[in-house]
């Protein structure tokens, strides 16, 4: 089953890859001809597009080696942390560029969102997003202690035995 899980999440990082390099990019470039406010960010947007993306990279990752962990029964040891913390910090980066979504709205002139509901809508976006990363993140951070707490109660049963 592991095995097969791995396989999904290769596959999963080569779709990325693609979305990456050929669909972010060109999506961008279609909505930028028909919305000013997507012309107005439209490198910020590529360049946040395909950051965001390699996140999402950094957690397939990450989940694939402790999936190898999980298989080897070595999960429960200290070279696991590395790879939680990756996705930790992947998360992080996300609600980070998240939140400079939101904050790029303030820097959109009037000629370009006169109504200024394009720019609200981002700024929205941008709050919610930001939110959801930090509980994500704090979610994992906790994941994390319980990894530890189980991993020393692990060495801990091996001494006694």
């Given at each position: 089953?592991?095995?097969?899980?791995?396989?999904?999440?290769?596959?999963?990082?080569?779709?990325?890859?693609?979305?990456?390099?050929?669909?972010?990019?060109?999506?961008?470039?279609?909505?930028?001809?028909?919305?000013?406010?997507?012309?107005?960010?439209?490198?910020?947007?590529?360049?946040?597009?395909?950051?965001?993306?390699?996140?999402?990279?950094?957690?397939?990752?990450?989940?694939?080696?402790?999936?190898?962990?999980?298989?080897g029964d070595a999960i429960f040891s200290r070279r696991a942390f590395p790879w939680v913390d990756?996705?930790?910090?992947?998360?992080?980066?996300?609600?980070?560029?998240?939140?400079?979504?939101?904050?790029?709205?303030?820097?959109?002139?009037?000629?370009?969102?006169?109504?200024?509901?394009?720019?609200?809508?981002?700024?929205?976006?941008?709050?919610?997003?930001?939110?959801?990363?930090?509980?994500?993140?704090?979610?994992?951070?906790?994941?994390?202690?319980?990894?530890?707490?189980?991993?020393?109660?692990?060495?801990e049963m091996a001494q006694v035995v």
């Open positions: 089953m592991i095995p097969l899980l791995t396989l999904a999440l290769a596959l999963g990082f080569v779709i990325c890859v693609f979305a990456q390099i050929v669909i972010v990019p060109g999506l961008i470039a279609d909505e930028a001809v028909h919305d000013p406010l997507v012309a107005y960010f439209r490198m910020p947007f590529t360049v946040i597009g395909v950051l965001g993306i390699a996140c999402f990279q950094v957690v397939l990752v990450s989940t694939a080696m402790l999936l190898t962990k999980a298989w990756a996705v930790i910090g992947a998360v992080v980066v996300a609600a980070a560029m998240s939140f400079a979504v939101s904050a790029m709205q303030l820097t959109v002139p009037a000629y370009v969102d006169p109504e200024g509901m394009g720019s609200l809508g981002l700024m929205l976006a941008g709050g919610a997003g930001t939110a959801l990363g930090v509980c994500a993140a704090l979610v994992l951070l906790v994941m994390r202690g319980l990894l530890r707490r189980a991993m020393l109660l692990q060495e």
